[in-house]
């Protein structure tokens, strides 16, 4: 059954996504998340605290996220089960339909590829500014558009196959303790202050449940492109992240050209090496890039329909 709720799941963000009316009435579920991680730092972040506080306070904060998202999602899905018995599963599967983000993250990449290729740069850093924490003010063509291949490529491991990979392993609890989780690093996994150890437990969490999904995403990547292998091999321990290296490398192998490199961040330079080797990425790299997001989605929807039919 697991194998049906998640393609049901996949089935039906990849026809809608999350409708922009569904947001302005309802928001998202991992609008919740955000607003008890958003208390817990405005009153376990002091900033006259020592830094063991500071930690403990992460650690709590993380323990708090993992009781109201898996304790929760863990009653609703014994109630569906209870209740809807053998049927219980296009239900759940609406319920984790939230927690994928396939069609949304094509959508928000779209507008970039758009501008670009019509030669509107302020377009395109405004649309690329919505799904990147970098500097987008003073970036080049070349720089949006790795820009926006980079988040494609982490964002299918973060948005598509995480999330899809828990949901199998734990139900309905698994994929909203990964979004809980994905959530609070990108709020307060920094290593910067005042994040430093505060938000230490949040990207040691994400760090742990993005391990095999970011190596799962690097070869799905590869896969739908027929090539890359060798830069995923070679390159992906050249980003700081111990997971988000995969999909990139794969993604820069499977296009021929250079991601990462020099970003600014808060009008600071972060010297970052290059991730594969090549031409400088462009429009139609990032059209190539979305072409193989697509076909990875697709194969993973496969196998996933595959193992619901043969269940």
Not at 257 to 283: C, F, M, N, S, T
Request: some cysteine; overall charge positive.
């Amino acid at each position: 059954m697991a194998e049906a709720i998640a393609f049901c799941a996949m089935a039906i963000e990849g026809a809608l996504g999350w409708p922009a009316w569904l947001h302005r009435r309802v928001g998202h579920p991992v609008g919740a998340f955000a607003a008890l991680i958003t208390a817990c730092d405005r009153r376990l972040n002091l900033r006259s605290a020592r830094e063991r506080t500071r930690r403990a306070g992460g650690c709590l904060t993380v323990c708090l996220l993992l009781l109201v998202a898996g304790g929760g999602a863990w009653l609703i899905e014994q109630a569906v089960r209870g209740f809807a018995g053998i049927w219980s599963w296009p239900v759940l599967g609406l319920l984790a339909w939230p927690a994928m983000a396939a069609r949304s993250l094509d959508d928000h990449v779209r507008p970039i590829h758009r501008a670009l290729r019509q030669g509107d740069l302020e377009g395109a850093r405004e649309a690329v500014g919505r799904i990147v924490g970098r500097d987008t003010t003073a970036l080049d063509q070349a720089g949006v558009a790795r820009a926006a291949i980079e988040s494609l490529a982490e964002s299918f491991c973060d948005g598509v196959v995480a999330p899809l990979f828990w949901l199998l392993v734990l139900g309905l609890p698994g994929a909203w303790i990964y979004k809980a989780l994905n959530t609070a690093d990108s709020m307060i996994g920094h290593r910067e202050v005042p994040y430093t150890h505060f938000g230490w437990a949040a990207a040691r969490s994400d760090d742990l449940a993005n391990l095999l999904p970011a190596r799962l995403s690097g070869l799905l990547l590869c896969l739908a492109a027929l090539g890359g292998l060798a830069t995923l091999w070679r390159d992906h321990a050249r980003h700081a992240s111990p997971n988000a290296g995969w999909p990139e490398a794969a993604m820069a192998g499977a296009l021929s050209v250079r991601l990462a490199g020099p970003i600014a961040y808060d009008g600071e330079l972060a010297d970052k090496p290059w991730i594969g080797q090549g031409g400088e990425a462009d429009a139609a790299a990032l059209a190539r890039a979305m072409k193989i997001y697509r076909r990875a989605c697709a194969l993973l929807g496969a196998i996933v329909l595959g193992a619901a039919w043969l269940g």
